[in-house]
């Protein structure tokens, strides 16, 4: 495969400033018994970046967001997040980072005010009942609040999951394939949840492999290839169709 | 430890409220310990061993398999939209998602021993004698005792392909032990043996009701300790 | 080497029996049973050890040969535990006339072989991969033994009908229990060794290997 590197950029790692990175990989590297998964892994990623890491089934992308997360225990190497390592400094780190993931990790007998402020308490955000009002205003679930997060709707659940990982505040939002089964209004309405949170200040990174609707919207896109991170390049800098194009043919032919 | 005391609370309100929404386990709980006990009165007609002596173990048959119940029930409400990661995510230390379930645990026991025991009372010549609080404790002994190993491997079990029985086989064989003295204490409560027992065999190995409680309490404290520990080691990866 | 052990073990613990039978003389034979009863006892208690040790060992340092270890260890032990109930039961059978009886040492010797067996029906129960088994394998082991101390007190400590201690007639006997003590424990040593690289093949033949 190849990508059109514009004239003049390497292929390699786009570091940020050092002082201001949100996110440090450091020679990660995670196997499953035979199988290796990810293979010295090193990227940094800055604050109000919104980074799309691209890569087929398979390719590593859900693995390298649940180490980065916390969930998972590399073979080797290091995640910082916002200067704390998330395994050894959990406690400073875990509140610094929100998920979003395949299934809504709410509970569906609760009501969403309830789950909320659950996570809320988890967190130990202070103000609770404020902050998910607010929330709730901003994510457009106010009128639901009472409702049992057992009946909403799939797009209704997606913004109730969103609300769940920003409720306390994390300069980190990790959010694995979002849009998978939403329709055309709730993705769009997903963009701009997503948009106003790079806007205040926050750090998106998002694995999908539907590039072709998603490069509009991302700074930064990586792309995950058989354990190696092959292609990593602000938006701005490359010709988006041309890239969209590629990856396609690259993932048809992947095999 | 700065989250301790916040996500202890918030967790076990949250399973109590989930749990009193369904309105599936304890009501399950209560039928299956009804059942348990009204079973073993029946047969208990057959055989010529005293109905008082068949009283207090049925009453412990109840306790064991609802807490069962109640503790796979306890895990199984995190697995249904993953919840057990949301969990993992937040700054909570494991060892506090384990206090919090097993004071859950302990809570349904209670609620569920609340309307067990005059269903006993109901079904065999028992009585108590005014032994009312040395009841409740060794009761409550057992609770801690029962939902202690039952609460670790509840969180573990929910993987596997046999899952309820799995979990029953784990608990009950762990508990055995802990079963001797209970019986003796509840058998000396209810007045079918005397506080002290000498001879050989079972009853006289425990010896004596103090002796009992203090090999209970001894269980419990060994017990909630290790699992504690070893929590952190269940559920993370 | 492993084949030299264990025929040195077997002829140990032929060794013994013949010790026992003729320079001992006991009588009557019913009470040859001892010299697999005793042995057995100690090396089901000790196999849980190697279980213990296996599981702490797996939990600190997440390296599948010690979790192979325990796993091995679990199964030759749960071998000892069946003999043990089993040699126990021939002998009070021929001795007192009755096959079984819920005193502490035999409650607790059962106790003992339920919590091998259920060690290994966990152990088969739990998906192969990743590092899952061996995980709540090494979490049951650590909490079961928890339950192993009693059985090794109630035989100490509290009057049974169970003996605690028994005497010999001649100090034949008491070599040929020691031969037989050293046979088995010996067996199971080179037993464990066996399995566990059994065991170690196994998943590298089947590239799970700890996926």
């Known amino acids: ?236 800098d490359i010709d988006t169709a041309s890239f969209a194009q590629d990856y396609l043919l690259y993932a048809r032919n992947i095999n | 430890m700065k989250y301790f005391w916040l996500s202890f609370k918030a967790i076990f309100i949250k399973d109590i409220v989930a749990e009193l929404r369904a309105k599936q386990v304890l009501p399950t709980m209560i039928v299956l310990g009804m059942l348990i006990v009204w079973i073993l009165r029946i047969a208990s007609e057959a055989s010529s061993v005293s109905t008082t002596v068949i009283g207090p173990v049925a009453l412990w048959i109840a306790l064991l398999f609802a807490g069962l119940l109640a503790q796979e029930r306890s895990f199984a409400i995190e697995q249904q939209q993953d919840c057990i990661y949301a ?53 409550m002994l057992g609770n801690i005792g029962i939902s202690s190993v039952g609460t670790l491997f509840s969180a573990v079990v929910q993987l596997t392909r046999t899952r309820g029985s799995l979990l029953s086989i784990i608990v009950l064989v762990i508990l055995a032990p802990m079963m001797i003295p209970a019986t003796f204490a509840l058998l000396t409560l209810f007045g079918v043996i005397g506080a002290q027992v000498t001879g050989s065999g079972t009853l006289a190995f425990v010896g004596s009701f103090n002796a009992a409680v203090g090999y209970m309490t001894a269980f419990d404290a060994i017990f909630v300790v290790a699992c504690w520990l070893l929590f952190g080691f269940a559920i993370k990866e | 080497m492993r084949r030299i052990l264990l025929l040195l073990a077997f002829v140990l613990l032929l060794a013994s029996m013949w010790m026992a039978l003729t320079l001992g003389q006991i009588t009557p034979v019913k009470r040859n049973t001892l010299y697999a009863h005793v042995p057995s006892s100690v090396c089901a208690l000790l196999c849980f050890v190697v279980v213990l040790v296996g599981s702490i060992g797996y939990l600190y340092s997440a390296k599948p040969t010690w979790d192979l270890i325990a796993a091995a260890s679990a199964e030759v032990g749960a071998l000892f ?4 109930n089993v040699t126990g039961m021939i002998f009070s059978r021929a001795e007192w006339n009755i096959w079984w009886t819920p005193s502490p040492r035999l409650i607790t010797s059962a106790i003992l072989w339920f919590l091998y067996v259920v060690y290994l029906i966990l152990r088969a129960s739990l998906p192969r991969s990743q590092h899952l088994r061996a995980r709540v394998c090494a979490v049951f082991g650590i909490i079961a033994f928890l339950d192993v101390p009693m059985v090794f007190i109630s035989a100490r400590f509290m009057p049974d009908i169970h003996r605690p201690s028994f005497s010999f007639d001649s100090s034949w006997q008491t070599a040929a229990l020691v031969l037989s003590m050293a046979a088995i424990a010996l067996l199971a040593a080179v037993l464990i060794w066996l399995r566990t690289d059994l065991l170690k093949n196994t998943a590298k033949l089947e590239k799970e290997s700890f996926c």
């Not at chain 1, 769009?188 to 999908?208: C, E, K, P, R």
């Not at chain 2, 079904?123 to 108590?128: A, I, N, Q």
């Open chain 2, 87 to 139: 969990l993992l995510l937040a700054p909570v230390d494991a060892g506090t998602i384990y206090l919090a379930k097993l004071f859950v645990n302990v809570v349904m026991l209670c609620i569920f021993e609340i309307i067990i025991i005059p269903v006993v009372f109901l079904s065999f010549p028992l009585s108590v004698q005014n032994r009312w609080l040395s009841l409740i404790a060794v009761l």
């Open chain 1, 1 to 236: 495969m190849s990508f059109r590197i514009p004239r003049g950029m390497s292929k390699n790692k786009q570091t940020d400033d050092a002082n201001n990175s949100v996110i440090s990989v450091n020679s990660l590297s995670k196997a499953f018994g035979a199988r290796l998964v990810l293979n010295n892994i090193d990227l940094e990623i800055g604050r109000t970046q919104s980074v799309f890491i691209c890569g087929v089934n398979g390719a590593g992308k859900s693995t390298l967001l649940r180490i980065i997360a916390g969930l998972l225990q590399p073979d080797q190497g290091s995640v910082q997040v916002c200067g704390y390592n998330i395994r050894k400094e959990p406690e400073k780190a875990k509140p610094q980072v929100g998920v979003i993931a395949h299934k809504s990790m709410v509970y569906p007998n609760l009501t969403v005010f309830e789950n909320l402020s659950f996570f809320a308490s988890l967190y130990g955000v202070k103000n609770g009942v404020a902050r998910i009002e607010e929330l709730l205003e901003e994510i457009g679930l106010f009128s639901y609040r009472y409702d049992k997060a057992g009946i909403l709707s799939r797009g209704l659940l997606q913004r109730l999951a969103i609300a769940r990982a920003l409720v306390h505040n994390p300069a980190v939002l990790l959010a694995d394939e979002p849009f998978t089964g939403l329709d055309a209004e709730a993705r769009q309405h997903l963009v701009t949840i997503l948009a106003s949170f790079t806007d205040n200040g926050g750090t998106l990174v998002m694995t999908t492999h539907d590039i072709a609707n998603s490069i509009q919207y991302c700074d930064r896109v990586m792309v995950l290839d058989r354990t190696r991170l092959i292609f990593d390049a602000m938006t701005c």
């Open chain 3, 81 to 84: 535990a069946t003999m043990l």
